[in-house]
């Protein structure tokens, strides 16, 4: 009989795919990062418990292209500064990915809020444009020329906050407690410039960025980077104190509660 190929995969097969994940080359990315000061009700207004606001209400939105061997990606984020057991780090709002084989890990095993979208970052010259969109609307647009070479960083490990969860199959809460993640990513760069320029946020009713405001950019850079991540569960959450927020994971919160239909595919 021809093998079935929703069959299960044999433990050989299921190592081998291991191994072969644990060996990835660097793969480089290249990518405009803005941050801004905003608003700090706004910011400390879109931090689940337990995250708590920094210091300075900071935003950052990061657009980059991927240099994947025939399968060229889209990769971006918007995200807030915030606050969790004394280390400082940063909560995605809103992950736009261009390929769906770029949600399905990053949602699945770590909470991140990845949704399909348009992610562009174009230079022609010194001058730089880098887009998010999904619905047909650029909902953060960084606009700017190069300003000249920035000195590399030294190599960085950086520290974002997720939230994991699964809502629960009657529509009342989760099926289990949520899990508040830390990812840690090593960083490095091999090209890093300053741009000159500015951050337009433009309203969308899916991806309403907007409503954390430029006050002052404090950073504009284009680079290029090669980065790797782990997660590990820094603790469970209260569902009761999550609930109010996970309507950020999703275009259409009520989504969750339809369910399909008796008898659908």
């Known amino acids: 009989m021809a093998r079935v190929r929703y069959g299960a ?3 050989a097969e299921i190592s081998a795919a291991r191994a072969s994940s644990s060996r990835l080359p660097d793969i480089w990315s290249t990518g405009v990062v803005a941050v801004w000061e905003s ?4 910011v400390a207004a879109v931090l689940p418990p337990p995250l708590k606001p920094t210091e300075r209400p900071l935003v950052r939105a990061s657009i980059s ?15 807030v500064a915030a606050l969790h057991d004394g280390r400082e780090g940063w909560y995605p709002l809103v992950m736009p990915m261009t390929h769906e084989r770029a949600l399905i890990g990053g949602r699945e095993v770590f909470g991140e ?3 399909l979208g348009e992610v562009g970052v174009e230079r022609d010259g010194l001058v730089v444009r880098a887009v998010l969109a999904r619905h047909g609307i650029a909902f953060v647009e960084v606009r700017g020329a190069v300003d000249g ?4 960083p030294e190599p960085a490990q950086k ?11 009657d529509g009342q809460g989760f099926d289990a407690d949520p899990v508040l993640v830390h990812c840690t990513r090593n960083e490095k ?8 320029g500015d951050v337009v946020l433009r309203e969308s009713m899916y991806d309403p960025v907007a409503d954390l405001p430029v006050r002052r950019v404090v950073e504009l850079t284009i680079g290029e980077k090669t980065s790797d991540q782990k997660g590990r569960v820094a603790e469970r959450v209260s569902a009761q104190a999550l609930l109010p927020y996970i309507h950020q994971r999703y275009d259409d919160p009520q989504q969750i509660l339809d369910g399909p239909p008796a008898g659908s595919a």
Do not use: I, M
């Open 113 to 115: 809020p990845k949704k």
């Open 9 to 11: 995969r044999t433990e």
């Open 39 to 42: 608003d700090p009700d706004a």
């Open 65 to 79: 292209k991927v240099d994947l061997s025939g399968y060229p990606l889209g990769a971006g984020s918007v995200a």
């Open 189 to 196: 760069f091999r090209k890093l410039e300053k741009l000159t």
């Open 149 to 152: 070479p920035l000195p590399l």
């Open 159 to 169: 520290l974002d906050f997720y939230f994991k969860f699964l809502p629960a199959v």
